[in-house]
């Protein structure tokens, strides 16, 4: 066959040049990009504690705090992602990890501290997200939203508080 006949031949054919709408689709599991929501994270320090290289840093300020990331320093291990308690991490499925170029490798989000609404207590109160996670339903998680709007102390002494007047109710 001469150089002619292959250039016919593969003329009629189509092209074998993937094209992006044609790329083979990501696995189920594909651990992407690494994906923190600030507005679910209340700095509980969990990831820093799981994470063995060490590529995540908690820092904390008067008002604010500092989640920060390095995905040049990350392994894609998933434990952050699976021990997150509030979900705030995530794996994105659509996207890879940016490769060779550090300044874009690095994620820097500040995360504000809230007031308790009872005693004035630095906190950072649940996102109504992790609320639906927690109590397993929407209606369940909007009843929640103002309790968690309270620091620790104040939640535990309005519960007793509840139990209390609800036992001497029980009683009369
Ligand atoms: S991302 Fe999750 S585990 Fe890490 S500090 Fe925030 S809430 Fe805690
Ligand atoms: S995926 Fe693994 S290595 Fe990467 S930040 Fe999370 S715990 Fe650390």
């Known amino acids: 066959m001469n150089i002619l006949q292959i250039i016919l031949k593969n003329a009629g054919k189509q092209s074998r040049t993937r094209k992006p709408d044609d790329?083979?689709?990501?696995?189920?599991?594909?651990?992407?990009?690494?994906?923190?929501?600030?507005?679910?994270?209340?700095?509980?320090?969990?990831?820093?504690?799981?994470?063995?290289?060490?590529?995540?840093?908690?820092?904390?300020?008067?008002?604010m705090g500092h989640w920060d990331y390095d995905a040049g320093q990350c392994t894609f291990c998933g434990?952050?992602?699976?021990?997150?308690?509030?979900?705030?991490?995530?794996?994105?499925?659509?996207?890879?990890?940016?490769?060779?170029?550090r300044p874009q490798q690095k994620t820097?989000?500040?995360?504000?501290?809230?007031?308790?609404?009872?005693?004035g207590t630095k906190i950072i109160p649940l996102a109504y997200e992790t609320l639906v996670h927690l109590y397993h339903s929407e209606e369940a998680a909007k009843k929640a939203v103002e309790i968690h709007k309270l620091?620790?102390?104040?939640?535990?002494?309005?519960?007793?508080?509840?139990?209390?007047?609800?036992?001497?109710?029980?009683?009369?």
Request: glycine residues 4%.
């Open 23 to 63: 790329r083979v689709p990501f696995p189920v599991d594909f651990r992407g990009e690494l994906s923190h929501n600030a507005l679910q994270c209340t700095l509980c320090g969990t990831c820093t504690y799981v994470c063995s290289p060490a590529a995540i840093e908690i820092t904390q300020e008067d008002d």
């Open 79 to 101: 434990r952050c992602v699976e021990y997150c308690p509030t979900k705030a991490l995530s794996f994105l499925q659509n996207s890879t990890p940016l490769a060779n170029n």
């Open 108 to 119: 820097f989000h500040v995360v504000e501290y809230q007031k308790c609404t009872r005693c």
């Open 151 to 172: 620091c620790e102390k104040c939640r535990n002494r309005l519960q007793s508080q509840t139990l209390k007047s609800g036992i001497s109710g029980s009683r009369d």
